[in-house]
């Protein structure tokens, strides 16, 4: 189970600019909350800081009431591009955080097999990287920042560079994967309905300087299928997301008005 995160009074300014104004957020332990907001809106500066790679110019970050001071070693991070080792199989890419943290091999490779399996790459434990899909390659690094079992994970556009079909895959595996070991989630997409998908809260930014704009529910039953896209509570919270960033002036339509069902990846 995942550690609570107290995110209290963060900012960041670069060379005097303000990129990220105060920004108070309480993760409960366990929970999944995604990111989501226009481009230069501080997301990734807020998953640096949180993951301690990036410090604070005000405020704190604390994991389970221990402050951020230095990178963070139990969490796992997931980036838009999957970053493996050419040299390495799947296996052993997985395996470089166990490695890294010193843990026993022999447990964490039968860890590593057990979650490969479970990401649908089961056969694929000896192939090298440059004969994976973008999707498998991305799969791989998910389970690289799993295998450790860490009480936080944290996602910068995991699936930002993947094909649409892909990307609904990944979203149903990634549920099933957290829901066996429930960490604490940080997931900054650009995607409103990724958010809706996956989170037990959204958190709506706002750019110039970045600020958290609001902070939605999302109450759907898990574990969720993605024909639940296509109900009307499911459409409502991506409705009231878009109204935000309509009134924010992030995205506009000819009417000024959001048609029923609008699916926006990236407008933002
Ligand atoms: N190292 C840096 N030096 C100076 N400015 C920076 C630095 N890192 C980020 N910024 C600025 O801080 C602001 C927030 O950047 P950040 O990358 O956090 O935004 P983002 O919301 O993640 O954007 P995107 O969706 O495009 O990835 C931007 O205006 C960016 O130019």
């Not at 970053?83 to 890294?100: F, S």
């Amino acid at each position: 189970m995942g550690k609570p995160v107290r995110i209290e009074q963060v900012t960041k300014s670069y060379h005097g600019l303000e990129a990220l104004s105060p920004t108070s957020l309480f993760l409960e332990e366990g929970e999944f909350v995604s990111i989501v907001g226009p481009s230069g809106c501080g997301k990734s500066t807020l998953l640096r800081i949180v993951a301690g790679l990036d410090t604070p110019t005000t405020g704190r970050v604390s994991v389970a009431d221990r402050v951020v001071t230095q990178p963070e070693t139990d969490i796992g991070i997931v980036f838009q591009s999957p970053v493996l080792l050419d040299w390495r199989n799947v296996l052993d890419n997985v395996l470089i955080q166990a490695e890294a943290r010193k843990l026993p091999h022999d447990v964490y490779a039968a860890r590593a097999r057990d979650l490969l399996a479970a990401a649908g790459l089961k056969g694929f434990e000896n192939a090298y990287p440059h004969q994976l899909s973008g999707g498998m390659s991305q799969r791989v690094s998910v389970c690289r920042a799993l295998v450790h079992n860490p009480s936080l994970l944290l996602m910068d556009e995991p699936f930002g560079a993947l094909d649409a079909l892909t990307r609904d895959q990944m979203m149903v595996d990634l549920q099933k994967l957290w829901l066996r070991s429930r960490p604490t989630v940080v997931f900054v997409t650009h995607s409103v309905q990724e958010a809706v998908f996956l989170s037990d809260r959204i958190v709506v930014m706002a750019p110039r300087p970045g600020r958290v704009e609001a902070v939605l529910d999302v109450p759907l039953p898990r574990s969720r299928r993605l024909s639940m896209r296509g109900t009307a509570e499911f459409n409502a919270i991506v409705d009231e997301i878009l109204h935000h960033f309509q009134r924010m002036g992030v995205i506009r339509d000819e009417e000024d008005e959001i048609p029923e069902n609008t699916t926006v990846e990236m407008a933002l």
